[in-house]
Each structure stands twice: as C-alpha cells, then as structure tokens.
Nanobody, 126 residues
Framework: QVQLVESGGGLVQAGGSLRLSCAAS????????MGWFRQAPGKEREFVAV????????YYADSVKGRFTISRDNAKNTVYLQMNSLKPEDTAVYYC???????????????????WGQGTQVTVSS
C-alpha cells in the first residue's frame, strides 16, 4: 500500500504562491495516479488536480485551472502542487491522494482514490 504525507501549507496573502509537497512511500508509487483534493470548513471535499501515473497527463478543476500546476517526481516519490495567484476561496485543508490507474472511477471522484494523506492547511488572507 501507499502512505502519503503532505507538507508546505501555510498562511499567504491573496495573490501569493505556495508549493505543496506529498511524500509517498510504499510499493509501486509510479503506477498510481496522484491527485490533490481540498476541503474547506463546512464544505465537501472537492477535486483539485491529478497527474496520471505516466506523468504525461494532468487534469484540473475549473476553479484552479491556469493557477495551479501538479507535477510528480517518481525518483523522489513526491507529488507537488504549485499554487499561484492564490485567492481567499482557496483556503482549505489540502489532501494528497493516490489511485490505481486501472480504477473504474472517474479521475475527479473521491471514491477513486484509495490512499489519503493527513492534509495540510492552506490559508489565504484577503
């Protein structure tokens, strides 16, 4: 199985940037799709971005497209989320998650993802 630990969250002013990291351990990290979700207080956890196991395809929620970039470094067993032009509405706990590439669930669905990190808080002040 895969264990995931997020880091890099913090407090930033609107318009600023943060880079989140997700350190993964476990068998066959490179065969998993790696995604980021976020959850604001009182709201459902929502899809943010995913990078496929090959690293050649990415997908973003409309709310972050053009501002966030997901990437992975399989040699370091690490997934990143570069967040630019941050907005107060980006404030949430951000979770790293992994999914088997062969999962029948859609890439934006929580049910697809088998393993989850503990989350890292991102707070964007106005």
């Amino acid at each position: 199985q895969v264990q995931l630990v997020e880091s890099g969250g913090g407090l930033v002013q609107a318009g600023g940037s943060l880079r989140l990291s997700c350190a993964a351990s476990g068998r066959t990290f490179s065969t998993y799709d790696m995604g980021w979700f976020r959850q604001a207080p009182g709201k459902e956890r929502e899809f943010v971005a995913v990078v496929r196991w090959s690293g050649g395809n990415t997908y973003y929620a409309d709310s972050v497209k053009g501002r966030f970039t997901i990437s992975r470094d399989n040699a370091k067993n690490t997934v990143y989320l570069q967040m630019n032009s941050l907005k107060p509405e980006d404030t949430a706990v951000y979770y790293c998650a992994s999914a088997e590439a062969s999962s029948p669930w859609g890439i934006t669905l929580k049910a697809r993802y088998t393993y989850w990190g503990q989350g890292t808080q991102v707070t964007v002040s106005s």
